[in-house]
């Protein structure tokens, strides 16, 4: 399984000299398997643009698993190249919510006055799917989908190929309500889909003293997402959903302490461009992030 983070940032696209290093385009993460024509992305920020303009032309399928529908998550939906190319398949899977499906919501973006091109007459093959709680295939790749602590219908996914499995759960808040986090696994959000993950991608969008003054924002401190992957019992934790106020001056000192930390979790915090081969041993990076 290989893996490409082509949006790291949360909340809001923060373009700019700033953010360079760490990326400042929001959640969107490619993840390939040996079939060169079948390609699965997570999520649909404003890293989707850039990756479609590199999609291989000789695709014949893309599915799309949206963790949720707020707006960092689906900013760049309507400007992915897939969705225009005729004549190719593409699924967009994602969670309803109690009084409408994915179709309706998304096609309260995707229209005007919000967007001119409505979802309708996109030239692609489309099919949307209301995400089933549970597993299900899709080509080379066995995905289970379960909800987690994020406000609104909010799912978290773990992806199998048979020789490694990777955890998204890039909105997440699994300490929310918690005297001490962690409790048992039994009791965590979240735990059941990063249990013995190769490879966790995990919100960590605060932090330490920052996640006080934002309990039940969604989101977790860098320190919880440390915690978290201990918990599961995860290989390599990839820290995500930067805070748009974060540059990479600050994003260096705050990660400074973990990589002086001598510990059995491999700590690598996303970078666009970033790239992991998944194997079923310890991940490791293909390429160093431009």
């Known amino acids: 399984m290989n893996v490409r983070l082509w949006g790291t940032r949360g909340s809001l696209p923060t373009p700019g000299p700033a953010t360079r290093r760490y990326g400042g385009n929001t959640s969107c993460v490619e993840v390939t398997g040996s079939r060169s024509k079948h390609a699965i992305v997570l999520d649909a920020g404003s890293g989707i643009r850039l990756l479609g303009a590199a999609l291989a032309p000789t695709l014949e399928r893309v599915d799309v698993l949206l963790t949720h529908l707020h707006l960092d998550h689906i900013i760049g939906l309507g400007f992915f190249a897939a969705l225009f190319q005729r004549d190719l398949d593409v699924n967009i899977w994602g969670p309803a919510s109690t009084t409408l499906a994915l179709r309706d919501r998304l096609g309260r973006y995707l ?10 007459d996109l030239p692609c093959r489309l099919s949307l799917h209301d995400v089933p709680l549970g597993t299900f295939d899709l080509p080379e790749m066995q995905v289970t989908a379960a909800l987690v602590c994020h406000p609104g219908p909010t799912v978290g996914y773990r992806l199998d190929d048979g020789s490694g ?10 300490a929310l309500g918690v005297r001490r986090f962690p409790e048992a696994c039994r009791w965590t959000s979240g735990h059941d889909l990063a249990a013995a993950a190769d490879l966790l991608i995990h919100d960590a969008q605060y932090a330490r003293d920052e996640y006080q003054s934002h309990v039940g924002w969604g989101h977790s401190s860098v320190h919880q997402a440390v915690a978290f992957a201990e918990l599961a019992g995860v290989r390599h ?12 001056e600050y994003l ?12 059995e979790l491999q700590i690598t915090p996303a970078q666009e461009g970033a790239r992991f081969e998944v194997r ?3 991940p490791r990076s293909t390429s160093t992030p431009s």
């Open 237 to 248: 934790l990839v820290p995500f959903h930067h805070d748009p106020a974060h540059n990479d």
């Open 111 to 120: 229209s005007p006055p919000l967007f001119p091109v409505r979802l309708r």
């Open 280 to 282: 079923g041993t310890r």
């Open 165 to 174: 499995t990777l955890a998204y759960l890039p909105d997440h808040e699994p």
């Open 252 to 263: 260096d000192a705050l990660y400074q302490q973990y990589a002086e930390d001598a510990c």
